[in-house]
């Protein structure tokens, strides 16, 4: 009787992790779904808004995060191994975009998701870093290490500068190796705004973001295009699929004629044309057309 009603608990747990699951999927597909309903800016745009964020608009600003949320999306699935989940890493991505969007300078000659994608990368993977320091902490060093945080925060707003180990563990009754070993493991991520010498003009970003190379924007751009792409393909039958992606050379191959794609499927040229526009037609369809019209800005 026992053995049945543990077969039974773990039958229920399961479909409890399998709901969670679920729920977690259908909200990321509704995220999606409303992010890529929002219009890329133009580089006018953009510059206009974040010269209107810099001289103090909200409204500015949250045009300029909302409009670049998808590429957040595009890094976040990058990291998906790291036991974060995909919508905690977007969270921490967004944090990062919120934090590039504050102190991008449109002076400085490069498209803003360029300066931003640093700031994304370092939010992620400053969680996934203190993810895996947490769980190499037992429990009680874990409270240790945010009481130290907590005392950090208090002594520097009280001193007006960087408190010294010393006078943690004074205030802490704390020895001041223990301090230094613990304060070092939330070290591992320097700021990207942090000054590089005596200058207080040149930042760590100065030195990464080159706005003569080629901007991480267009790769993202193209990236986020594909991902759209195949999820709208995704929707269509496979020989519909297949027979757009032949036609116009996507997914790797190269565009072919009505006839070369009707010899493969062993059809006319005429039935194939057929396909061809009723997949086009179905992708005109507002449930479909809604997720690409966003990348056909001028």
């Not at 939010?123 to 203190?130: K, V």
């Not at 001193?159 to 563990?169: M, N, V």
């Not at 493991?185 to 942090?194: A, E, G, K, N, W």
Request: charge should be negative.
């Amino acid at each position: 009787m026992d053995e049945l009603q543990e077969d039974s608990d773990l039958k229920n747990d399961d479909k409890v992790k399998s709901s969670g699951k679920d729920f977690t999927d259908s909200s990321i597909s509704w995220y999606l779904d409303q992010i890529n309903r929002i219009p890329l800016l133009t580089r006018e745009q953009e510059d206009t808004l974040a010269r209107a964020s810099r001289d103090g608009s909200e409204r500015a600003k949250d045009e300029l995060i909302k409009s670049n949320l998808r590429f957040v999306v595009s890094i976040a699935k990058k990291y998906q191994t790291s036991g974060i989940s995909l919508l905690d890493l977007i969270n921490e991505g967004n944090l990062g975009l919120i934090k590039a969007a504050e102190k991008f300078d449109p002076d400085r000659g490069f498209h803003f998701i360029s300066y931003a994608v640093w700031w994304i990368r370092q939010s992620i993977m400053l969680a996934i870093s203190q993810k895996a320091s947490l769980i190499r902490l037992p429990l009680n060093r874990t409270a240790d290490l945010q009481k130290i945080e907590r005392v950090h925060k208090k002594l520097e707003n009280k001193f007006g500068r960087e408190p010294s180990a010393s006078e943690i563990a004074e205030e802490l009754d704390m020895d001041n190796e223990e301090i230094n070993h613990l304060r070092n493991i939330t070290q591992d991520f320097v700021s990207l705004d942090s000054t590089l010498g005596d200058s207080e003009d040149t930042t760590i970003l100065d030195m990464i973001v080159d706005p003569k190379a080629d901007s991480p924007d267009e790769h993202l751009f193209e990236e986020s295009l594909v991902n759209s792409l195949n999820e709208v393909l995704a929707t269509l039958t496979d020989s519909e699929k297949e027979i757009l992606c032949m036609r116009y050379g996507l997914n790797g191959y190269e565009p072919m004629s009505l006839q070369q794609i009707g010899d493969k499927f062993n059809l006319s040229k005429e039935r194939i044309r057929q396909i061809e526009k009723k997949a086009i037609r179905r992708l005109r369809h507002p449930s479909r057309s809604t997720k690409l019209k966003s990348f056909m800005q001028d």
